[in-house]
């Protein structure tokens, strides 16, 4: 198979990712969109306003840091998307990367990117940069010297019920690299995909642990809080 007929066949496999996730996307921010609806007819402007302390979110996302005895030696690349409607956007940005790439649905029609490829923080801003994502989030990570992005469930904060599921990973992309792979970053995204039961994204992720330089032995984790949807449209 000569390599333009590799390349078709991964359009082709691309194009069938990017309609299923699509469908996915187009079912549940329909569903989204109803559970909305009903807290506005429940509440008024002036209880919104108030916004209950059951609307404040704890979770937990990975920090960008590649660290090598208890030594930062680089940062990895993070992108997201935040309520897309080309879906292709995020594949083809993934496809197209150096290294190791996974590609995670944090929410119906929302995305998160990890590039595994251990670079200098400032190359790694300035390529975040350059891509097609959230421009806030990149503005965000340069403001703080690092990426960060969500790996475990919303929760609210009271009631401790799950607000937003864990990002699901659904794709593993790999390309040639000049540059070594984040091997904690690699570890926690197979721990991952095997928490969620996805054993084909898992073994990916393995496969490619085979073909490249590994480096690091750790990683920084962020406890933070946000708000609901609903809570930062009353914001807005």
């Known amino acids: 198979m000569s390599r333009a007929d590799d390349q078709d066949e991964l359009d082709e496999e691309l194009i069938d990712l990017a309609e299923e996730l699509d469908y996915r996307d187009r079912v549940d921010i ?12 429940m509440f008024d402007e002036e209880q919104l306003d108030q916004l209950p302390d059951d609307e404040i979110l704890e979770t937990s996302g990975i920090l960008s840091h590649v660290r090598e005895d208890d030594e930062t030696i680089g940062h990895v690349l993070m992108i997201e998307w935040d309520d897309i409607e080309d879906v292709m956007r995020p594949i083809r940005t993934a496809d197209r990367l150096p290294g190791i790439s996974i590609l995670l649905r944090s929410s119906p029609g929302s995305y998160h990117l990890f590039n595994l490829s251990v670079r200098d923080r400032d190359e790694q801003l300035l390529d975040a940069v350059r891509k097609n994502g959230d421009v806030w989030q990149a503005r965000w990570a340069a403001r703080r010297g690092y990426f960060v992005l969500r790996i475990l469930p919303k929760l609210r904060s009271q009631s401790r019920e799950v607000y937003k599921d864990a990002p699901e990973p659904v794709r593993v992309f790999t390309r040639g690299s ?44 962020d406890h933070y809080q946000t708000v609901t949807d609903e809570a930062k449209e009353v914001l807005d």
Do not use: C, Y
């Open 30 to 41: 329909e569903e989204r969109e109803q559970t909305v609806g009903t807290l506005k007819k």
């Open 178 to 221: 000049e540059f070594p792979q984040s091997r904690p970053h690699l570890d926690m995204l197979i721990d991952i995909a095997r928490e969620q039961n996805l054993i084909d994204i898992a073994d990916d992720l393995l496969d490619a642990q085979q073909r490249f330089d590994l480096v690091g032995d750790g990683l920084r984790v």
